[in-house]
């Protein structure tokens, strides 16, 4: 197919706006997939129970149009605000996005965030309303958002359900008629943009390839630009959407290369790969990779697993180069890692995959973002230009003595809301030490607020805080924000007078009191009863903010049998048995599992 008959695009959409159905129905009517087939593009089990999508994953269709055979390449992108990354990801390899709006819910955060990215990229942006057929569907009041909001003309504005497949060959002849065919050469020296990639038990690391200049075939000897390292080419194919082998990919196309790379590490995104012998190519303009916002320890429930659970974190992490991993061991929970995520759903989601596909049930601690810290000057840390440090465990927090200053990082928050719920949402950004940068009505009822915010703010509930004072009307979405000077502290929580660094946390001056009364009733609520008593302090500087006690009680689960039934009385022993299992002795005294993580969680 020549060049002028290719189009690569992406959908783009808030998340539920029905990216996946409507990827679903352009691969049904270019007849890639049987009818019926639902959800084709979402292959992760977590994807399938969430209804988000996590991974990007692409298909290539063939559409006749005016006669002629078109190639589309759609990439899929992830629809969640953890995972924008992936977003521009896909998007550098595209010349338009679809952006698909839903005709009842109206522009949302996410549609805001996804039109400035392809907006940003000079890609060609087709909107298209969805879900026309539902009863309360008000296409031309949200025709009026996109207009005010985005200057795009109404007229412009295409009106579908995918659902029921209502107005889908008009989205192709659009893709065709308004998207430009991608710019390459196809005499020129190969040149690939790798933009994503996955790991197969068989093959070892598979990169998604946008293939921009010349051509590739099997057996061909490439090289990245970034590692430098050779690799000869095993396999090629296609995304229709299952894998089609192929022995050649020209440019313009979108394919997967398998070359025996071992790691996903090797799959540097945003490289560029080259034939060996040209070594003077031009990098293509890559992307800055994911930077991990949320950090979190994982450790295993005994030393026992340490084996099984490293395998399984290598495992998932080839397949999600966005993770972070770091060795760390903990005096509590022993020899672990500490992960770096996009945010707390990308790391529930990781959490819920190691569990799901490899049995695995960790500790996870409570998740930190990344603190910057300068400390007072010393003749030792200046020489060395150790005066500044990035702490995103709360166990390496410095004493404040030694503090001269400290920063946290900020995000710029979008909120999209029925102008009911402006007030309780103003209070909950206030509470949430956020200042307002902008108010704007987008239409008779919606407004729309922009807010600086402290990262750690939003980490752990804020989307969910936010859904529930507004009856789940209200949207978020965040960018990276850079650092802003704060008074921070570490507020240390204590078991029986032992300080437990695992579940201290970082917190601002303001809050200390507040929060420390908050973990410590929240502990005593976690903590089952034990055979001895246990207190709980929180403290900050060595000053006790809040204490509770855990009256000690024995717990014999057989007490009431009377010595009865011997195997009823087996059985329940056995099951007080596996329940301590998923007990972790700290300090002397046994947490569940879920302690870490839940103690933060409102
Ligand atoms: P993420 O993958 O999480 O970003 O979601 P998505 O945007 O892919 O949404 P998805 O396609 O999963 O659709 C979300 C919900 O909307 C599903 O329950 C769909 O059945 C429904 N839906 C999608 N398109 C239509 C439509 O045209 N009409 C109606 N009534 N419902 C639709």
Known sequence: IPVDRIRNFSIIAHVDHGKSTLADRLLEFTGAIKRGHNQVLDKLQVERERGITVKAQSASLLYNYNRQEYLLNLIDTPGHVDFSNEVSRSLSACQGVILLVDANDGVQAQTVANFYLAFGNDL??????NKIDLKQADPDRVCGQLKSLFDIEPDSVLRISAKLGTGIEKVLEAIVTRLPSPVVDRNAKFRA???DSSYDKYRGVLSL?????GSICVGDSITSCHTKKNYEVKTLSLLRPEEVGVNKLVSGQIGLIGCNMRSSKEAYIGDTL???ENDSVEPLQGFHPSRPMVFAGIYPMDQSQHINLRSAIEKLTLNDSAVTVDMDTSPALGQGWRLGFLGLLHLEVFSQRLQQEYGAEPILTAPSVTYKIKLKPTKQNIKD????????NPANFPESFKIEESFEPMVLGTIITPDKYLGPIISLCMERRGTQRSAMNIDNDRVMLQYDLPL????LDFHDTLKTISSGYASFDYEDNGYQSSNLIKLVILLNSIAVDELSTIVHITKAQMIGRKLVLKLKDII?????????????NGKVLARENIKAYRKDVTAKLYGGDITRRMKLLAQQAAGKKKMRMVANISLPRETFIDVLKK
């Open 124 to 129: 060609v942006i087709v909107p298209v309303l």
């Open 193 to 195: 943009l790798l933009f």
């Open 209 to 213: 390839v946008y293939i921009r200049d």
């Open 274 to 276: 080259h034939h060996s």
């Open 385 to 392: 230009g150790t005066d500044i440090i990035f702490v995103n």
């Open 456 to 459: 750690c703010e939003i980490v």
């Open 528 to 540: 089952p009863r034990q055979m001895v008593q246990i207190a709980i302090q929180a403290c900050v």
